[in-house]
């Protein structure tokens, strides 16, 4: 472990650590002096959407790990893995200033060592929406979720809405595989014009920047528009209308736009429950995601 400060000292320097048997040594310590530990899970390229999870695990532990680990098994052989933005030097700086405690940067290898042949398969909120593109996606967010949270065993994870289906997902998991971890989700974070932060962003050029605040203007209106219909199979011409929208807009392809049950993801069946509006899209070689609660009625 490289730490900018001596072990035992609790002032708060973030250590940077790359093996598990570090990460855990840390976490046992810090265990057995008393602290609750919180788990932020992140891909790295950090932006404030990432660093109100680790303001939101502070709120609910003494200690908090960060890991920062770009998960080749959730990319699919031609998905963004090679090109995926690494910037470790600015992560450990973001998380030093975010006063987190940890940051675990594992290898490929540490995390996936030659042999490895196990995955954690996941239904429920995990079929359909991204799965429908990206069908490897939940097995590989899931295996290496799980691997997080058994390396760590955290008292909290912390999981952005942004990533609404994969959130529900992996508490569903949590519950499922009775992984001893409270699951807790965190508001979407927005840049001014509304766009959700995502470290995808940085793909975009110019012009599709400003297209790409179109997303949650469409979805906001749709949501709108969700919130006062009288049968929930209006719902399904809404969502249709909102992908025409993002189609005139500019945006190349729509992967889906759909209104679901916020617990289960299941189609809406009945009004008066909660409600999401959930889309993909693509502008370019970028595709984005966005999603928010329909407002109650
Ligand atoms: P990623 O690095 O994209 O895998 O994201 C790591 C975590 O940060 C996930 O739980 C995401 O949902 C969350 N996250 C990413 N962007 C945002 C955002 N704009 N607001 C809130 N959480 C976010």
Redesign the pocket.
Known sequence: MTSARPAGDMSGALALVRKVVELRAQVKAWRGAGARIGL??????L?D??L??VEIARRHAERVVVSVFVNPRQFAPTEDFARYPRQEAEDAAKLAEARADLMFAPTGSEMYPPGFCTEVQVGGPARGLCADTRPHFFTGVATVVTKLLLQCLPDVA??????YQ??LVIRRMARDLDIPVEILG?????EADGL????RNAYLAAAERQTAARLNQVLAEAAAAAAAVRAPEDLAGIAAQAADALRTAGFRKVDYVEIRDAETLDPVSALGRPARILAAAWLGETRLIDNMAIPAR
Not at 196 to 199: G, P
């Open positions: 932020v899970p992140t891909m790295g390229a932006h959407g990432h109100s999870l912390v999981f952005g809405e942004k990533d994969q959130l965190a508001p979407i974070v927005r959700a932060m995502s470290s």
